[in-house]
T-cell receptor, first 112, second 115 residues
Framework: GENVEQHPSTLSVQEGDSAVIKCTYSDSASNYFPWYKQELGKRPQLIIDIRSNVGEKKDQRIAVTLNKTAKHFSLHITETQPEDSAVYFCAARANRDDKIIFGKGTRLHILP | DTEVTQTPKHLVMGMTNKKSLKCEQHMGHRAMYWYKQKAKKPPELMFVYSYEKLSINESVPSRFSPECPNSSLLNLHLHALQPEDSALYLC??????FGGGETQYFGPGTRLLVL
């Protein structure tokens, strides 16, 4: 089955700098890769997703890149702000499955 | 309505109690999910309903019993739970479970404490 590895587990960046979170997946049949942000005590919220027919997707300060050959995908947050502090989960899903597999999460701290 | 709602927000129950968690969505989604999330861990899939039929049961103990009365509602019946079942229980829904409709939207969760 699918296995998703996520790094780093904790990341601290200065406000205004960029943050990068990386994930790898094992199942070459995976074709959908969402990213969720979860603030303390809140629900996971989808912030961006990418499908395997696309190499990069951007939404304002957030971008995701996908390298199908290497089976890895990354989340990039530019010009970080205090409200970006949260836990971020990457995930992967294969077309044959009804389920997505989550990475273990990255706790992002934005330092003033 | 673009939200998934869950009730109750918090629940405290004893090990001999029977309770139910409820989830509702009015987005016309045909797939619904139950997840369990422990602190500092990712959501862990429990059950998937697709077109009101149970399609995935991730070997969940029988003290958890899901029910999908119609396409908008999902219940999780709880009976004889253990303290280690204390967690945040999240419901999610997606348009369907394949081919472009797989984006999952989460409800706010029910925080369950088993004493």
């Amino acid at each position: 089955g699918e296995n998703v590895e996520q790094h780093p587990s904790t990341l601290s960046v200065q406000e205004g700098d960029s943050a990068v979170i990386k994930c790898t997946y094992s199942d070459s049949a995976s074709n959908y890769f969402p990213w969720y942000k979860q603030e303390l005590g809140k629900r996971p919220q989808l912030i961006i997703d990418i499908r395997s027919n696309v190499g990069e997707k951007k939404d304002q300060r957030i971008a995701v890149t996908l390298n199908k050959t290497a089976k890895h995908f990354s989340l990039h947050i530019t010009e970080t702000q205090p409200e970006d502090s949260a836990v971020y989960f990457c995930a992967a899903r294969a077309n044959r499955d009804d389920k997505i597999i989550f990475g273990k999460g990255t706790r992002l701290h934005i330092l003033p | 309505d673009t939200e998934v709602t869950q009730t109750p927000k918090h629940l405290v129950m004893g090990m001999t109690n029977k309770k139910s968690l409820k989830c509702e969505q009015h987005m016309g989604h045909r797939a619904m999910y139950w997840y369990k999330q422990k602190a500092k861990k990712p959501p862990e899939l429990m059950f998937v309903y697709s077109y009101e039929k149970l399609s995935i049961n991730e070997s969940v103990p029988s003290r958890f019993s899901p029910e999908c009365p119609n396409s908008s509602l999902l219940n999780l019946h709880l009976h004889a739970l253990q303290p280690e079942d204390s967690a945040l229980y999240l419901c999610a829904s997606s348009q369907d479970s394949f081919g472009g409709g797989e984006t999952q939207y989460f409800g706010p969760g029910t925080r369950l404490l088993v004493l």
